[in-house]
């Protein structure tokens, strides 16, 4: 979905031609993508059936402010002849209720050619109420987080900080410290704070996420674990390459006596 040869215009051109939908968008999410600097595309979801083949992708934009955007594009095969339909949208829930709409092949969801269950021993309100569950489902699915809101200060710079007060042993390798030269935007969310009783004192924990944009479009994170469950209570700082590592280090350090 990424073509290194791409520009961000160009992109955004032939997305925006292809979908169906394109004049639905809001007008404030079009002029917005008019200053995009770059990009990034992956695969979030697919069903391939006899009947149907449909994916999700997610298209994630930086834009000239440091904010970012995100467009959800719905692919599927029900066009004439089978051929392929393209669809956008500003929600993961408004593409997840739009592929729900498609005939024959979405789970849970009959076709419309389909007739009564000709087993004899079959619940008549099963498929309805597999139906309701479904929609339930999709009802109550939160919504999307707010888009990262990127900061072009010295990413690289920043990135190489971290790693560097990392104190774990396991911490992120050379391969990260290389990945992350490149990194050319950066967002901090603390995800986590909290106190704990360590060894009979208070000792706190905050987990941070730094989150890094790459000069391909592509977006990776550090994870950093702040404690004080130091045997003489001193700060320390531990970095991860993944948040369930970094949680699991919190408990670990938390169950310590």
């Known amino acids: 979905m990424n073509d290194p040869y791409e520009t961000t215009e160009t992109q955004l051109e032939r997305l925006l031609g292809r979908a169906l939908n394109s004049f639905d968008l809001p007008d404030a999410t079009v002029e917005r993508l008019e200053s995009a600097l770059a990009h990034a595309s992956s ?76 087993d004899p021993g079959a619940d008549p309100g099963a498929d309805l109420d597999a139906d309701l569950e479904l929609l339930a489902s999709l009802m109550a699915t939160p919504p999307a987080p707010l888009p990262r809101t990127y900061v072009p200060d010295n990413s690289a710079d920043h990135a190489r900080r971290v790693l560097r007060r990392a104190e774990n042993a396991d911490r992120p390798g050379e391969e990260t410290a290389r990945l992350l030269r490149a990194a050319f935007a950066h967002h901090i969310t603390q995800v986590f704070g909290r106190q704990y009783r360590v060894e009979g004192r208070d000792a706190g924990f905050t987990l941070y996420e730094h989150a890094f944009l790459l000069l391909d479009g592509t977006e990776t994170s550090l994870w950093e674990v702040e404690h004080t469950a130091t045997p003489d209570g001193r700060h320390m700082c531990e970095v991860y390459g993944a948040e369930h590592t970094a949680r699991e280090a919190m408990e670990l350090r938390a169950r310590v006596r």
């Open 43 to 118: 695969l979030h979801s697919s069903h391939h059936s006899a009947a149907l083949h449909r994916a999700t992708y997610r298209h994630a934009y930086l834009l000239s402010d440091g904010s970012s955007l995100v467009l959800w594009e719905l692919v599927h095969n029900t066009g004439r002849g089978g051929a392929e339909q393209h669809e956008l949208y500003t929600e993961e829930s408004e593409a997840r209720l739009a592929a729900s709409r498609l005939p024959a092949g979405f789970p849970g969801f009959a076709g419309p050619d389909a007739g009564p269950s000709l």
